[in-house]
């Protein structure tokens, strides 16, 4: 599988700066409450998000992007509508 970057650079920073930011948040809460699950889910999910702006790639765009492209080749869809 080769992964190709579809997402431009500021967006890669908002989503490394949102990722420390949510990771540190929740690392502070873990000290407090470690027996707290839904803090385990936000740095994981947080920790996606860095991954995601390192790499410039996001699955959900990637889907989203592959979605409108079988649309589009379909030839029935209204995306094809010309004016």
């Not at 970057?5 to 990722?19: E, F, K």
Request: charged share 20%; aromatic share 8%; glycine share 8%.
């Amino acid at each position: 599988m080769k992964v190709e970057q579809n997402i431009g650079i500021v967006n890669a920073l908002i989503r490394i700066t949102c990722g420390i930011t949510v990771l540190a948040w929740t690392t502070a809460k873990l000290v407090k409450k470690p027996w707290r699950q839904s803090y385990i889910l936000m740095a994981v999910l947080a920790a996606m998000k860095i991954g995601e702006g390192i790499l410039k790639f996001c699955p959900i765009t990637a889907l989203y992007e592959k979605s409108m492209g079988l649309h589009n080749s379909e030839g029935s869809g209204k995306w094809d509508e010309k004016d």
